[in-house]
């Protein structure tokens, strides 16, 4: 198949971008997107021009490293999809496809595609963890969770990281993100038991970095490869507000 | 006052919230005074120029007009703090932009709709509020202020309906984003009770906003139609 591409071209975080056409013969329909962007790199390498620069790394759905804004919405037509699982299979022979980087005033473009989103390690850092060194791991019995906490949780923490939820909220609010790490451990006992000063923290570093309000559109949860739930953000919510009025109980 | 507004961006939505579900909650008291202009004609009169009287005149409710007043400009001042902080975190935008397929119109333009509400309060109090504290009404059969009268006749001009019509509609709108909202924003988490807020918030929407439309139309068609 033969397609059209308009790609956001940008030399680096300081400078004026601009989207700039290509055109492919021979893409099969078979091809992730991710390889069809490398054929496009391949030619252009060929021909002496600086390669198209964008993230990627398992190319499996499941570290959150690659994400495009393609055709209007964040990781492109399908939904629950991360960037590296669609195919060229969902595009039309002869389709133009725009692709830009997830943009989001807390993500700044590092050069063409590449976005630096170390400012959701920060919030993480914040408190996206357990303070208590365990050791080796503990016997698994020895905290009794039904199967259905476990689950919930787990619809939780499998967010990756990914920023679909940024780049598609027209408030360039994080709270899908922050909320889906504070309520994983919010739904575990060992996570409950700092979640008040956890949910603190996270917030005033996601206000830090510069991220918008939540106004409830709900655009993030059907743009999400994993999913997640905007329940999630009812969660912190709750836990937020819970801990402003009692105090993050330490 | 700033530190205070600028305490969180979670805190703003609470404010938010707040006022805004207050500001519902007068709605739903609002029309159930206003039923009483579906009374027969006489009844009507009498009943509704009394309840004026006891609505403006009534210390506690009084104080209730107060707070009433004030969260109406907290929320109009949060939303546009919001609003210009939001642009900023928004972060210029794409060149081809197909996100409006994935929410509500009226969830993306809560701001263009509390405009037309805001509008539309200005012209309201004008017209009834400023007019019933002071302007020369005239009096009913038991000497009060006969602000029946001046409702009837207001609504006597097809133009002033459909405006009336516009502004609820935009109401309408609002509420259905907004009640819901902020449910979730004070964390309405467990999904049970998220859903039945959201058929509580949808209903009373539907009430609030069926209701309003209503009164105007009925108003005409009976008093100035047959």
């Known amino acids: 198949m033969k397609i059209k591409l308009k790609i956001w071209r940008q030399i680096n975080a300081e400078s004026k971008g601009k989207l700039v056409d290509y055109s492919l013969d021979n893409v099969e329909e078979d091809m992730s997107f991710l390889e069809m962007l490398d054929l496009l790199n391949e030619e252009l390498i060929l021909k002496g021009e600086r390669p198209v620069e964008f993230d990627h790394d398992c190319r499996e759905g499941i570290c959150g490293t690659c994400g495009l804004f393609i055709n209007g919405r964040a990781h492109g037509p399908l939904a629950g999809t991360s960037t590296c699982q669609l195919h060229m299979r969902s595009f039309k022979d002869g389709e133009t496809i725009y692709i830009e980087p997830f943009r989001g005033g807390a993500f700044n473009v590092i050069r063409d595609l590449k976005i630096d989103r170390s400012s959701f390690d920060r919030i993480m850092s914040k408190g996206g963890y357990i303070s208590t060194p365990v050791g080796d791991a503990p016997e698994a019995n020895a905290v009794p969770i039904t199967h259905d906490q476990a689950e919930s949780a787990f619809d939780s923490a499998a967010c990756i990281g990914c920023g679909a939820c940024v780049a598609t909220c027209k408030n360039g609010s994080a709270a899908l993100f922050t909320s889906a790490k504070i309520t994983h451990l919010a739904k575990l006992p060992q996570g409950k038991v700092e979640s008040r000063a956890r949910v603190l923290k996270m917030v005033e570093q996601m206000d830090e970095e510069g991220f918008g309000h939540c106004t409830n559109t709900l655009a993030c949860q059907v743009e999400c490869p994993q999913e997640i739930s905007v329940s999630n953000i009812d969660r912190m919510n709750w836990e937020y507000n819970k801990a402003k009025i009692l105090g993050k109980g330490d | ?226």
């Open chain 2, 1 to 226: 006052m700033s530190t205070f507004l600028e305490n969180s961006t979670l805190f703003r939505k609470v404010l938010m919230a707040l006022t805004g579900l207050f500001l519902s909650v007068f709605l739903i008291v609002h029309l159930a005074g206003n039923l009483q202009l579906l009374l027969p004609p006489d009844q009507a009169s009498i009943q509704f120029n009394q309840y004026s009287k006891f609505m403006t005149s009534n210390l506690l409710i009084k104080i209730v007009s107060y707070v009433l007043y004030l969260s109406i400009i907290l929320h109009a001042v949060l939303s546009l703090i919001i609003t210009l902080k939001n642009k900023k975190s928004a972060g210029g935008g794409y060149a081809y932009d197909k996100r409006a397929k994935v929410s509500n119109w009226y969830s993306r333009n809560m701001g263009i709709l509390g405009t037309i509400i805001l509008l539309f309060l200005i012209v309201h109090m004008k017209d009834f509020w400023y007019e019933y504290k002071f302007g020369s009404l005239p009096m009913d059969a038991e000497g009060n202020k006969d602000l029946f009268s001046i409702v009837v006749s207001a609504f006597g001009e097809p133009l002033y309906v459909v405006g009336y019509i516009i502004a609820f509609v935009a109401l309408g709108y609002h509420l259905l984003h907004g009640i819901f909202s902020a449910f979730k924003t004070f964390g309405a988490y467990p999904s049970r009770i998220s859903s039945l807020l959201y058929f509580i918030s949808t209903g009373l929407t539907i009430l609030l906003t069926v209701g309003f439309i209503f009164i105007p139309i009925f108003i005409y068609l009976k008093y100035h139609i047959a």
